[in-house]
């Protein structure tokens, strides 16, 4: 997301990098909504070409995200509303036969029908996730001296949004890891031990050190 080219060609190298995976309709929104479209429309196109790789659609085995075919019919539309129309659509990719034709099929329909072939209303609904928000907050403070229609962001706001992403996902590794321990010791412990003047014994402590151990590993990996 860095990565916005040098010299004459600074800006125009625009990438919206995913720290995470499992994107979706509403992550691919929000990016379309706050630095694509903005961008684009600053720049005012007269043609707009797509090369159309469906490798983030829901199913690919690759792509790593979950972005349906309402989703791609949402950012077909938005398109769609430069260059006056003049928009050439060439399919690229994708892994999986079945979400490449549901996407293009959602992309033609956008083209043929116009921009209400597809309800599209359930993409824009609610926010994004955090660290999807961070990371469009990223690449808009490395293009914004070049764009002037993108929205102001503190350097500050967005390194504490990318320092709290981090830290929930570390956190929620680190608890389903407890978790799982914890299961997995109950399901090996025998069931005729354990029992002390007709109570319980307490579960042994191994799974919380274990537990205390890869949450201080979690927290080295995300310092470094």
Known sequence: MHDCDALQ???YNINVGWERPRQGDREYAAAFDRVIMPIAREYRPQLVLISAGFDAALGDPLGGCTVTPAGYAYMMKELMSLAGGRVLLALEGGYNLESIS?????CARIMLDGPDAISTAAVVSGEPRADAAADINTTILALSQVWTSLPTIKRSSARIAAAKSASCA???????FYTDTLAAVARRRPRHRGQVHGR????PRAPRLLFQRHAEEEQQRESH
């Not at 319980?200 to 579960?203: C, G, L, V």
């Open 170 to 176: 570390s956190r929620d590794r680190a608890a389903h």
């Open 9 to 11: 060609g600074k800006g």
């Open 200 to 203: 319980q014994r307490r579960s």
């Open 102 to 106: 549901a996407s293009a099929v959602a």
